[in-house]
Nanobody
């Protein structure tokens, strides 16, 4: 059974930093593309960043230069380092995992990130 457990969300001020973590179990981690998605109130869920097992990374334009995704295959964990946070980054952030040969994403329960002054 696939389990993705996020941690690290919180309430911060503009310009602050946060690091999200996602611990995965029940999957062959190194063969999975890992991703962070977010959903703000009233908006559709969007992809923030993805990283393949081989380290190929993609970011949505709005976070380039501020967010960094990384993975530790030995710990079955993916991270999202978020710097210079903005109010528009406020959302529930979801960890996701997809086997490279599949189109099905598995999801964590989400962690709230709120950026406000």
């Amino acid at each position: 059974q696939v389990q993705l457990v996020e941690s690290g969300g919180g309430l911060v001020q503009p310009g602050d930093s946060l690091t999200l973590s996602c611990a995965a179990s029940g999957i062959n981690f190194s063969f999975h593309i890992m991703g962070w998605y977010r959903q703000a109130p009233g908006k559709q869920r969007e992809s923030v960043a993805t990283i393949s097992g081989g380290g190929v990374i993609n970011y949505v334009d709005s976070v380039k230069g501020r967010f960094t995704i990384s993975r530790d295959n030995a710990r079955n964990t993916v991270y999202l380092q978020m710097n210079n946070l903005k109010p528009e980054d406020t959302a529930v952030y979801y960890c996701s995992a997809r086997l490279a040969s599949s189109s099905k994403w598995n999801w964590g329960q989400g962690t709230q990130v709120t950026v406000t002054s």
